[in-house]
């Protein structure tokens, strides 16, 4: 099959890798369409060791599915145009019966640990992993359903009270989304841009307050979302902070931060990681027309220009570049 | 009045110190005993600009009231022995409003900030701030009201369920507290601690877990607590963290934190920054003599000698020096 290789940090385009075999409770996806999210990009950069074909954020067609898989999800899945979790879980080991699947101690993750990934003809992930998506969603939008199911995880995390006041800080292709996922609460919801963008216009046209870092008075937020990706979003959102206030860290990037343990206990801050959420709500909203996704998509590239769309995808200010794979 | 003071990194014994005034909704409280805690000792070492009195844990007897106190008050409180919760807030900020006391806008702390502490034989705080201590508490034991306090904010902040899994990094004078705190919730706890004492005899003796580090199971913990005031306590607590794990930091020290934000975000880790706790409680454990906190008393030095008992607290692995400051 056609698809995208990444190794030693460079992404080449591939005519002939091998197709991938599928497990008994495992469907076999053709791709449609893929985005190009900013971990990629950090895995090029080196972020995490990976080699393989990369990318996790797609809408594909459930071609075939195991043997092991029975008659309702044949009915839910099969010729349906599909997106998919990216963990691939265990289902056995101590934090799957706790729980917490995405954090299974001996996952893959799709296009990013052991799993190859979505920027190729096809992939393949469990059938529990995937949902059906529903007619009235485009297939432009269905790819923004992973990244809209992060979005969501810091809902699951913390309670958001339509009275909080609430700062984003980054306005890319990620925080954008969080931000409309966040004004959904009521909440009073500044968003701190570098500068002007499509992204920008859309929440400005949605109504949700633009501004730059200093128009946020310091020690005011009940809550900080940082989706910079670099040191300095966390310090913006840290100044930002009330006493009591917390903050979301919604980036993965190679780096460090430098942080003032005195501080964080005097001001009694909570910082929290957060990463993969849920599915289902992230294609309710997309259903209802509730978040506004389209207008991020900034390019489109054929599968065998991906190393172009990667280019294009790490310009400064990029909103999504999608990857069109395969027909309907 | 005698007194110690605080300047440029230095404490001395002063003879004739002014005696501070009092507010109209303050008390003149005549100090009985006072604990030197390791905040002292961090002021010392600069953590923080402070000079005054320093100070902060004491016993004393409520010996004037000023002219705006009420009769109820007077009643609770004149003549009678207090503890004090040590910052005094403005009533009208922001944060106050907020019910957010601890954390007001124009706080004065007892000997932290712009306002003399307790290593002195009067100091003044406001009668809100004052907690009668019940008879059957000892005064050597209810010197021990501020820091225990500190150790229940920890069951302010989370929910300890009787079966998590839950460390406590350091086994000083706050992790003693902090760790017969926690066992009272039936978790299953361990205590890490880098040489016996004491302290560390003391929680053997109540039937509490003290261990060595490599003795702690990594990503295994679902609290981790930091109460060794030094970076490496905390890259012991975030590696015995499970994922979704909460981190407790409750050291205050001059010196940063490296920090790796990816591994936080993959991990979906909960870092909380905890300060000052309910005084209440803490007098009620005392009274029902749940927790045991006499044997931490390692020393007992007279005010006129508090460079020496200065030294004597910041010996490593030291517990609880007492400064005896007046009689009954």
Same mark, same amino acid.
């Given at each position: 099959?056609?698809?995208?290789? /990444?190794?030693?940090?460079? $992404? ?16 076999? $996806?053709? $791709? ?10 950090? /895995? ?60 299974? /101690? ?93 992204? $920008?216009?859309? /929440? ?125």
């Amino acid at each position: 099959m056609r698809g995208l290789w /990444l190794a030693g940090g460079e $992404v080449r385009f591939v005519p002939d890798l091998p197709e991938p075999g599928i497990e008994p409770d495992e469907a076999l $996806v053709r $791709v449609l369409a893929a985005g190009i999210c900013n971990t990629d990009l950090e /895995l090029v950069r080196g972020y995490y060791p990976y080699d393989g074909v990369p990318g996790h954020e797609f809408v594909g067609v459930a071609d075939s599915l195991g043997a092991g898989v029975g008659a309702d999800e044949r009915e839910r899945l099969l010729g349906r145009r599909v997106v998919g979790e990216i963990n691939a879980a265990c289902g056995s080991c101590r934090e799957c019966r706790s729980g917490r699947p995405t954090h299974c /101690l001996r996952r893959t993750v799709l296009g990013i640990s052991a799993r190859h990934g979505a920027f190729a003809e096809y992939l393949a992930l469990p059938v529990r992993n995937l949902h059906a998506v529903p007619d009235a969603v485009s297939t432009d939008a269905a790819v923004f359903a992973e990244p809209l199911a992060a979005a969501l995880e810091i809902l699951e995390q913390v309670d958001v009270a339509p009275s909080d006041r609430v700062a984003v800080i980054g306005a890319g292709k990620l925080g954008i989304l969080i931000s409309q996922v966040l004004a959904l609460t009521g909440c009073e919801l500044s968003v701190v841009a570098r500068s002007r963008s499509a992204g $920008v216009d859309l /929440l400005t046209s949605r109504g949700i307050h633009v501004c730059s870092t200093d128009e946020v008075k310091g020690r005011s937020i009940d809550l900080a979302v940082e989706c910079t990706g670099n040191p300095e979003g966390y310090r913006i959102a840290r100044a930002a902070l009330r006493p009591r206030g917390t903050l979301i860290l919604k980036s993965t990037y190679a780096g460090r931060l430098d942080v003032d343990p005195s501080a964080i206990v005097v001001d009694e801050i909570t910082v929290i990681g957060s990463r993969c959420g849920p599915f289902r709500p992230a294609l309710r909203l997309l259903e209802r027309g509730q978040v506004s996704v389209e207008p991020l998509v900034e390019a489109r590239f054929p599968l065998d220009q991906g190393p172009a769309a990667f280019e294009r995808a790490a310009r400064p200010g990029a909103l999504k570049v999608l990857l069109e794979v395969g027909g309907p």
